[in-house]
């Protein structure tokens, strides 16, 4: 079940973006956060870019000041509508991120920002099957989200963010071994690092030449 201030952070976009912002100082800001899982990765003008669960377009418009094939796919129309009017550069699909309409084999890079963590286990084991799908061989798939604490200090920060903002799928989320999830979906290559004493995780993984 989502708590009021959630509801409310989605229905007002003034109110979502302070808090990811609030949120983001742990990692150096929101232009870092946004970009702390592409680290390292080949992203340039022509990379075909899927920005998955891509909310209102806050990593699209960092994603398209580097590449000029870059698509946000969500399933709430809502989101769709404001990443259009944010970031008109992108294209947008309106969809699940577990059924993909998209084909097979046609991405260089799945990158997802902070949106696994409302998903469950099954949900994520379909989704992590589909951006397989979707990523030409040789792809890579990064994504950023919550993780539990290696810091204590951590640790109620993280416990009263997600009291008011989150639901019961993040908690969930702090004890799943993603990179075993990703493993079994075919990807190799995970490679896990962490941030703000271990609060947040970016993964990257990559889909097998052949």
């Known amino acids: 079940m989502a708590t009021i201030l959630r509801d409310l952070s989605y229905r007002y976009q003034w109110l979502y973006d302070s808090i990811s912002r609030l949120a983001a100082v742990a990692v150096g800001g929101e232009a870092r956060f946004r970009q702390l899982a592409l680290q390292g990765l080949p992203l340039e003008a022509e990379t075909e870019v899927l920005d998955l669960c891509c909310g209102s377009g806050q990593t699209t418009a960092f994603l398209v000041q580097r590449s000029r094939h870059v698509t946000g796919l969500d399933a709430s129309p809502l989101s769709i509508k404001r990443a259009q009017k944010n970031v008109p550069q992108a294209a947008y699909v309106e969809a699940f991120a577990e059924e993909i309409p998209l084909a097979d084999n ?47 200090l951590f640790i109620p920060g993280l416990t009263v963010f997600f009291w008011l903002f989150e639901t019961e799928t993040a908690w969930q989320l702090l004890k799943t071994d993603l990179p075993t999830l990703l493993t079994e979906a075919g990807f190799q290559n995970c490679d896990r690092a962490l941030y703000a004493g271990g609060s947040l995780q970016t993964i990257q993984a990559q889909k097998p030449t052949a």
């Open 106 to 152: 046609r991405f260089d890079l799945v990158h997802t920002s902070a949106a696994m963590h409302e998903m469950e286990t099954p949900q994520l084991r379909q989704i992590f099957q589909e951006v397989y799908r979707v990523l030409k061989p040789g792809g890579f798939f990064a994504m950023v989200d919550f993780h539990l604490p290696t810091n204590p």
